[in-house]
């Protein structure tokens, strides 16, 4: 079965790096695109990143600059680093299959605080 399985959140200061990481099974991971969502407190799930099967990339406009979503297909993971990590960057970050909706299946989530 398809498993999304998040690793790598905990809390930094303003101005951070972080890297997150998914290791993904149970479907041919390397021709799939992937995506990072996040999802803040009282607020929508938002696209963060998202990288096809070939390395294409793109951003949400809040992050462009700062984030960079990487992926290795002979590990099955998609990385994401974070870096200039902002408060309002806080969010709990999930992984999943595709990079636009409907999204079928989501990682656990891992929770991003960015606090001084």
């Known amino acids: 079965q398809v498993q999304l399985v998040e690793s790598g959140g905990g809390l930094v200061q303003p101005g951070g790096s972080l890297r997150l990481s998914c290791t993904a099974s149970?479907?041919?991971?390397?021709?799939?695109?992937m995506a990072w969502y996040r999802q803040a407190p009282g607020k929508q799930r938002e696209l963060v990143a998202a990288?096809?099967?070939?390395?294409?990339?793109n951003y949400a406009g809040s992050v462009q600059g700062r984030f960079t979503i990487s992926r290795d297909n002979t590990k099955n993971t998609v990385d994401l680093q974070m870096n200039s990590l902002k408060l309002e960057d806080t969010a709990v970050y999930y992984c999943?299959?595709?990079?636009?909706?409907?999204?079928?299946?989501w990682g656990q989530g891992t929770q991003v605080t960015v606090s001084s």
């Open positions: 149970g479907f041919v991971f390397k021709i799939y695109a």
């Open positions: 999943t299959i595709g990079s636009r909706p409907p999204h079928n299946y």
């Open positions: 990288i096809t099967g070939a390395g294409g990339t």
